[in-house]
C-alpha cells in the first residue's frame, strides 16, 4: 500500500508540474484573444464613428425599400432623423437608416450586418461608399435583387442630396466585379440627371469670354447597367 501512494503521489506531483508549465502559456492565449477582440473593435469604431452629431437637425427624408405588395418595386418611405448639414456626414446617416430601418423584413434591400464602412463626396458631385464585405456576401444573389439593393441606396441618396450626381461602390475599399455575382460594380451609378457645377480650368470668367470647365463624364446610369454570368 505504502508504494502505491508514493506512485499516486508522484503521478499528482508530475500532473501539478505539467500544469505549472502549460497555466501561463494558456493564460496568455486567452489574455490574447480578449486584447485581440478589443483591438478589433477599437478599429471598428474608428472606422465606423458615431453617426449622431450635437448640430444634427431633425428632419423628413424620403428613404426606398420594397413595396410590401410587390417584390419587384421600391417605393419611397418618408422618416425623421437627425440629418447634418455636412453632405458626406448627411449620406452616412441616410445609408445607416436605409439598413437599419426597413419597416420589415420583406422590405429590407440590405442586409442588417452591411456596414457602411466610409463615404467620400468629390468637387465633381462623384461620391464613394465604402461597405463591409457584408454587403457582398449577403445580398441574394440574382440581378433582381442585386439590383434593388443598389437601387435602394442610388434612390435614397437622390432624394435627399442634390450635389451627388453618380455613385462608387467599394467592397473594403477595392473595386469588386460583381455584387452578388450578377450585378456590374465596375461602373458608376447614376443619381441625377442634372448637369455638375462648372469648375473654371484656368483664369476668371467673364461676360465675354467664359473660362473652360470642366464637366463630369456621363455615367452609365441605373437603366443601362449590365448583368454579368448567366
Known sequence: MPRLWKIATALLALLAFAALL??????????????????????RRAIVPPI??????????????????SADTLEPNTIELDLSADPE??????????????????????????????????SDGTAIADFSETLE???????????????????????????????????????AETLA??????QFFTLSAQTPPQ???????????PAAVSRLPAGPSRERRTAVGN
Open 22 to 43: 502549460t497555466f501561463p502559456a494558456l493564460l496568455r492565449s486567452v489574455l490574447g484573444l480578449r486584447r485581440a477582440d478589443r483591438s478589433a473593435e477599437q478599429v
Open 199 to 209: 469648375t473654371p480650368a484656368a483664369g476668371t470668367a467673364t461676360d465675354d469670354q
Open 89 to 122: 456626414q448627411r449620406a452616412k446617416q441616410l445609408i445607416t437608416a436605409l439598413i437599419e430601418k426597413a419597416p420589415s423584413q420583406i422590405q429590407r434591400t440590405l442586409p442588417a450586418d452591411a456596414v457602411l464602412l466610409q463615404f467620400y463626396l468629390l
Open 137 to 175: 456576401t449577403e445580398v441574394p444573389s440574382g440581378i433582381l435583387n442585386e439590383g434593388m439593393a443598389v437601387d435602394s441606396i442610388v434612390r435614397t441618396l437622390g432624394a435627399n442630396l442634390s450635389n451627388i450626381y453618380r455613385l462608387k461602390i467599394l467592397i473594403r475599399g477595392q473595386e
Open 181 to 186: 455575382g450578377h450585378l456590374d460594380l465596375s
Open 52 to 69: 449622431s452629431t450635437p448640430t444634427d437637425t431633425r428632419e423628413k427624408a424620403q428613404l426606398f425599400w420594397l413595396s410590401a405588395a
